[in-house]
């Protein structure tokens, strides 16, 4: 793979890192509303790009004012000729973020880009520049992708602890070098209080950083714009995000817990009683479609999230969105369930994208897993909130909607899907087969699992036998809620080579050991 090594991408990050060192006192940012109005504009919370493709990508940025975002990008990082985009205006009704569409970019470049934000009363007065860079995605299939993934970002009231840190699975992940970042969901756990410490088991303390907005559950559009700014006072993640674009989706403590559409909270504590999860998802839409350069379609109520990012001609990832369309958590053993966890119109939009691609290699990013059973008991009931029910016969629930996905890709001929998850906090690898089925109408696949990032890691899930599938290997811890100081953190890496199109996944722990590796071959199946 013609990647270029790490060190050399470091070096274009100066004024990034500097604009990280403002950040030094994490609790004198989080605590405004209120911003000065003298001098020029900064941009302490970094930036970050998203949605690259060939040519084209998103950039992002927070100012501390209003301000006019203006990008310029170069093929160098000594910035000479660069091309100038205008940004939009940022302002309150943002709460001060704003994204940049870049287009026209060369294929398979470095783009190193920087950010000045101007005074919009005078164009003249600009902030101190914020650099980041990215490489496009190529048009020839010899350069290869390389990229990781993960999820499970500051749950379980385990924040950035400073003294281990921070985020530091983040660091691991960028020397991987990769051309970007694929975060399968729960980027911040809005229904989860994070405390000055937590006592370890040992007898120890973990010390967090904390924010007003991290003292109790998020309600409220600035509670969710503050979990989201929360783990940008981490250094470790400014960092990674101006040196590698991300693709972002969304799943339950973005809102709440094992949220689902319709659903109305029915005790007083720690929410109202008669809590609409439907309003409280609007106000966190709001702040993630604020907080990410995302690429999704406008206009529409649901402010749709799922999407197809291409990366050339190896690779199409389809963005998932398990959440939004899905019926209500139940014991999930109905014979008929035309909504299923994905809804009609995004079942259909999957398939058709799927038929249509021509990469070698489809990634479906499902924010939760196809096998593993994940129970969301409630009053007594031994309701479900994946996919599995833990019944191993014929599919029912919602397992029938992903039969009859497994059912299309398998009479369309359509090759080298790959499932990547996270979710359920530990990290495993699934080989799902017909042999070894109730179901047999499908071609077997593979579906691995990442995470958490920086939360509470857990116990392995049991499988459901519906789909056949094997855990080939699996690393979790046996208590549950053992917090990031105690490791069982995980992200993963897929390599595809330019050359061959095999397609290498690597699972890793925090601090970039590889844990377990397999080799899949383009054009096959049942691998």
């Known amino acids: 793979m013609s990647h270029r090594p790490f060190p050399a991408r470091r070096s274009v990050l100066r004024g990034s890192?500097?604009?990280?060192?403002?950040?030094?006192?994490?609790?004198?940012?989080?605590?405004?509303?209120?911003?000065?109005?003298?001098?020029?504009?900064?941009?302490?919370?970094?930036?970050?790009?998203?949605?690259?493709?060939?040519?084209?990508?998103?950039?992002?940025?927070?100012?501390?004012?209003?301000?006019?975002?203006?990008?310029?990008?170069?093929?160098?990082?000594?910035?000479?000729?660069?091309?100038?985009?205008?940004?939009?205006?940022?302002?309150?009704?943002?709460?001060?973020?704003?994204?940049?569409?870049?287009?026209?970019?060369?294929?398979?470049?470095?783009?190193?880009?920087?950010?000045?934000?101007?005074?919009?009363?005078?164009?003249?007065?600009?902030?101190?520049?914020?650099?980041?860079?990215?490489?496009?995605?190529?048009?020839?299939?010899?350069?290869?992708?390389?990229?990781?993934?993960?999820?499970?970002?500051?749950?379980?009231?385990?924040?950035?602890n400073e003294s281990i840190g921070g985020y530091r699975i983040f660091d691991a992940m960028a020397k991987v070098d990769p051309d970007f970042f694929l975060c399968s969901g729960d980027n911040i756990y809005a229904d989860g209080v994070i405390s000055a410490t937590q006592a370890l088991p040992d007898g120890s303390i973990y010390h967090n950083v904390t924010t007003e907005e991290k003292s109790h559950v998020a309600t409220t559009l600035a509670d969710y714009r503050g979990n989201f700014r929360y783990n940008l006072l981490d250094a470790a993640l400014r960092r990674f995000n101006a040196q590698v674009p991300n693709i972002i989706q969304w799943d339950d403590h973005e809102v709440r817990n094992n949220w689902y559409p319709g659903e109305v909270i029915g005790t007083g504590t720690p929410y109202p009683a008669g809590t609409k999860l439907d309003d409280l998802a609007v106000r966190s839409r709001q702040a993630f479609s604020e907080y990410f350069p995302i690429s999704t379609i406008s206009g529409r109520p649901d402010g749709r999230i799922y999407r197809k990012v291409s990366h050339g001609p190896l690779l199409d990832v389809f963005v998932l969105d398990m959440r939004t369309y899905r019926n209500a958590n139940s014991p999930d053993n109905q014979t008929t369930d035309p909504v299923g966890i994905l809804g009609r119109e995004q079942l259909e939009w999957l398939k058709r994208e799927l038929a249509k691609s021509r990469a070698v290699w489809k990634v479906i990013a499902n924010d939760m897993p196809l096998g593993l059973v994940v129970p969301d008991p409630v009053e007594g009931k031994p309701n479900f909130e994946a996919v599995a029910q833990g019944d191993p016969g014929a599919p029912l629930g919602r397992e029938l909607q992903i039969a009859e996905l497994l059912r299309y890709i398998k009479h369309r001929g359509i090759t080298g899907t790959v499932w990547l998850t996270a979710d359920v906090h530990h990290t495993s690898a699934q080989h799902y087969d017909p042999s070894r089925a109730a179901f047999k109408d499908f071609e077997p696949f593979w579906e691995f699992v990442s995470g958490p990032l920086n939360a509470g890691a857990f116990p392995a899930n049991a499988l459901d036998g519906t789909f056949g599938p094997d855990r080939v290997f699996v690393k979790a811890p046996t208590a549950s809620n053992v917090s990031p100081a105690e490791g069982y953190q995980f992200f993963g890496e897929v390599d595809i080579d330019g050359d061959s199109g095999e397609l290498t996944v690597r699972l890793r722990e925090y601090d970039g050991t590889v844990l377990f590796t397999r080799t899949l071959q383009p054009g096959r199946v049942g691998q």
């Open 17 to 160: 890192l500097a604009a990280s060192a403002a950040l030094t006192l994490p609790t004198a940012l989080s605590a405004a509303p209120a911003f000065a109005l003298s001098g020029r504009p900064k941009a302490s919370w970094g930036v970050q790009a998203g949605d690259v493709t060939t040519d084209s990508g998103l950039v992002w940025v927070r100012s501390d004012r209003p301000a006019r975002m203006i990008v310029e990008t170069s093929a160098t990082e000594s910035f000479r000729n660069p091309r100038r985009w205008h940004g939009p205006l940022l302002g309150e009704g943002s709460d001060f973020t704003g994204t940049t569409r870049l287009h026209g970019l060369p294929a398979g470049e470095q783009i190193h880009y920087r950010v000045l934000l101007a005074d919009p009363d005078d164009p003249r007065r600009t902030g101190e520049p914020v650099t980041g860079t990215f490489r496009t995605a190529p048009v020839k299939r010899r350069k290869g992708v390389r990229f990781v993934w993960s999820g499970d970002l500051a749950g379980q009231g385990w924040g950035i």
